[in-house]
């Protein structure tokens, strides 16, 4: 199961390497020692992962040529655009070109284009997103997995259903043995080469705990890993990252601080802001984003919240609708329409045309089934798989009845990868 196809490396200097595939060039840093020019390797994430022995890489290379081509052909046709269009007001279809231009619009620019309601300029802002994701990133699509390894949490986020609100929850936490067996199972059998692992912020697992966990990761296996276990604090961020982590996920949630502090009394988007932009400087990957639709946000919110994600160097970006958890506060509210969700997905790809990934997260595949295939067609450039062992996931309930839950790893690996073909895309991730 190959994930990144090999590329070789063509040109190194200090951090970085350049490096080829089927003749498209793509940068990636390079923490391998003794890597030289000519070597095959595995990049993920935008870093060198691994180097492998140059007849293994070509006969990967030789098996893929053909539908790397492929793929990329059916990208194209499903991503043109045309812009003679009769039916879009004459404002959104000079926005539009705008964008598609890759010329930057200013935030009214792009507050007008998030909040698109007639359904044939929608679906001209999603089609301008998903021409801009071709003409920037290709057809590579990021599959990570994340391993949720403890549901207990001190917190009192009101939307979560994981939070100290929800007193029904049976909680779990796994031991470090069931962490190294989830991750090698991820890694070795299912060839994952990123992976999240996310808990509550559970005082069982604190920095220097979790530091030896991923020394031993790293031991084990070459990968990516991101780490989303809350605020560990700022000396926990460096500790984590000396360990071996290389990518934060921690969503700021909403970007306006009184919204905030009703959604988590007695914390504040300040100290949120201040791990991301520590771990930004630190040299972690950044995912983060926010929720949509949760009770109180408005469409300004929602403009501020892209804009946050981009000012914070965003490397994912990670918006998905919040869903009503009936063990907490906001148990009788109502999820976002899927057209805010659409509507959000591509203006972030508007936002960030060159850079951003974009997630079509689990949240929103909960929210519609066929939110994956309609991120994609909008701009959207990421999925994330669910590796936690079947037996936790449950306990695991941020909000109820999430996608996959009980989909097996090889289950979810195929539907992936069919649907991805479908679409002209490849399951890789061929760095910055
Ligand atoms: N403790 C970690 C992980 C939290 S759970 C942290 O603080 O970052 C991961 C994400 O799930 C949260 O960032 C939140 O945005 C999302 N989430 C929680 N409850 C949700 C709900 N009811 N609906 C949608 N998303 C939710």
Same mark, same amino acid.
């Given at each position: 199961?190959?994930?990144?196809?090999?590329?070789?490396?063509?040109?190194?200097?200090?951090? !970085?390497?350049?490096?080829? #595939?089927?003749?498209?060039?793509?940068?990636?840093?390079?923490?391998?020692?003794?890597?030289? @020019?000519?070597?095959?390797?595995? %990049?993920?994430?935008?870093?060198?992962?691994?180097?492998?022995?140059?007849?293994?890489?070509?006969?990967?290379?030789?098996?893929?040529?053909?539908?790397? !081509?492929?793929? &990329?052909?059916?990208?194209?046709?499903?991503?043109?655009?045309?812009?003679?269009?009769?039916?879009?007001?004459?404002?959104?279809?000079?926005?539009?070109?705008?964008?598609?231009?890759?010329?930057?619009?200013?935030?009214?620019?792009?507050?007008?284009?998030?909040?698109?309601?007639?359904?044939?300029?929608?679906?001209?802002?999603?089609?301008?997103?998903?021409?801009?994701?071709?003409?920037?990133?290709?057809?590579?699509?990021?599959?990570?997995?994340?391993?949720?390894?403890?549901?207990?949490?001190?917190?009192?986020?009101?939307?979560?259903?994981?939070?100290?609100?929800?007193?029904?929850?049976?909680?779990?936490?796994?031991?470090?043995?069931?962490?190294?067996?989830?991750?090698?199972? %991820?890694?070795?059998?299912?060839?994952?080469?990123?992976?999240?692992? &996310?808990?509550?912020?559970?005082?069982?697992?604190?920095?220097?705990?979790?530091?030896?966990?991923?020394?031993?990761?790293?031991?084990?296996?070459?990968?990516?890993?991101?780490?989303?276990?809350?605020?560990?604090?700022?000396?926990? $961020?460096? +500790?984590? #990252?000396?360990?071996?982590?290389?990518?934060?996920?921690?969503? !700021?949630?909403?970007?306006?601080?009184?919204?905030?502090?009703?959604?988590?009394?007695?914390?504040?988007?300040?100290?949120?802001?201040?791990?991301?932009?520590?771990? #930004?400087?630190?040299?972690?990957?950044?995912?983060?984003?926010?929720?949509?639709?949760?009770?109180?946000?408005?469409?300004?919110?929602?403009?501020?919240?892209? $804009?946050?994600?981009?000012?914070?160097?965003?490397?994912? #970006?990670?918006?998905?609708?919040?869903?009503?958890?009936? *063990?907490?506060?906001?148990?009788?509210?109502?999820?976002?329409?899927? +057209?805010?969700?659409?509507?959000?997905?591509?203006?972030?790809?508007?936002?960030?045309?060159? =850079?951003?990934? @974009?997630?079509?997260?689990?949240?929103?595949?909960?929210?519609?089934?066929?939110?994956?295939?309609?991120?994609?067609?909008? *701009?959207? =450039?990421?999925?994330?798989?669910?590796?936690?062992?079947?037996? !936790?996931? +449950?306990?695991?309930?941020?909000?109820?009845?999430?996608?996959?839950?009980?989909?097996?790893?090889?289950? &979810?690996?195929?539907?992936?990868?069919?649907?991805?073909?479908?679409?002209?895309?490849?399951?890789?991730?061929?760095?910055?």
């Amino acid at each position: 199961m190959c994930y990144a196809i090999p590329g070789r490396v063509e040109a190194m200097d200090e951090r !970085f390497v350049t490096v080829d #595939y089927f003749g498209e060039k793509k940068r990636a840093i390079n923490e391998l020692s003794d890597l030289r @020019i000519g070597d095959y390797i595995y %990049a993920q994430g935008g870093y060198v992962i691994q180097a492998l022995p140059e007849q293994e890489a070509r006969s990967i290379l030789s098996v893929w040529k053909e539908t790397f !081509f492929e793929l &990329q052909e059916m990208d194209l046709q499903l991503s043109r655009l045309d812009m003679k269009d009769r039916g879009v007001d004459k404002k959104t279809l000079r926005l539009l070109d705008k964008a598609a231009e890759s010329r930057p619009l200013s935030g009214e620019e792009l507050y007008h284009l998030l909040n698109l309601e007639n359904d044939h300029e929608r679906s001209m802002l999603y089609k301008t997103a998903n021409f801009l994701r071709r003409k920037h990133l290709g057809n590579s699509c990021c599959v990570h997995g994340i391993i949720e390894f403890s549901s207990y949490c001190p917190r009192n986020c009101f939307y979560c259903g994981i939070s100290a609100h929800n007193n029904k929850l049976a909680r779990y936490r796994m031991t470090d043995e069931e962490i190294y067996a989830a991750v090698d199972e %991820a890694v070795e059998k299912h060839g994952f080469q990123a992976l999240v692992l &996310q808990s509550g912020e559970d005082p069982e697992f604190p920095a220097p705990r979790l530091a030896g966990i991923i020394c031993e990761i790293k031991l084990r296996h070459p990968c990516l890993i991101f780490i989303s276990v809350g605020e560990i604090g700022i000396d926990g $961020l460096r +500790e984590l #990252y000396d360990a071996g982590a290389r990518g934060v996920l921690l969503r !700021f949630e909403t970007s306006n601080p009184e919204l905030y502090q009703t959604l988590h009394p007695g914390y504040s988007l300040d100290s949120r802001i201040a791990h991301l932009k520590a771990a #930004y400087e630190m040299g972690y990957l950044i995912i983060t984003g926010g929720l949509i639709g949760v009770p109180g946000q408005t469409k300004r919110d929602m403009l501020n919240d892209i $804009l946050l994600a981009r000012e914070l160097h965003s490397e994912m #970006y990670s918006f998905g609708p919040f869903i009503p958890h009936p *063990g907490t506060p906001l148990a009788d509210k109502t999820v976002a329409p899927v +057209e805010q969700i659409l509507n959000t997905l591509a203006a972030a790809r508007i936002a960030d045309p060159d =850079n951003a990934k @974009i997630l079509v997260t689990t949240s929103f595949e909960t929210a519609d089934p066929e939110a994956r295939e309609k991120g994609l067609m909008a *701009g959207a =450039n990421s999925v994330m798989l669910n590796v936690t062992p079947e037996r !936790f996931r +449950e306990c695991y309930e941020i909000y109820p009845n999430r996608a996959h839950l009980h989909e097996s790893i090889p289950v &979810q690996i195929e539907t992936t990868l069919n649907l991805l073909r479908g679409l002209g895309r490849a399951p890789t991730d061929l760095g910055v």
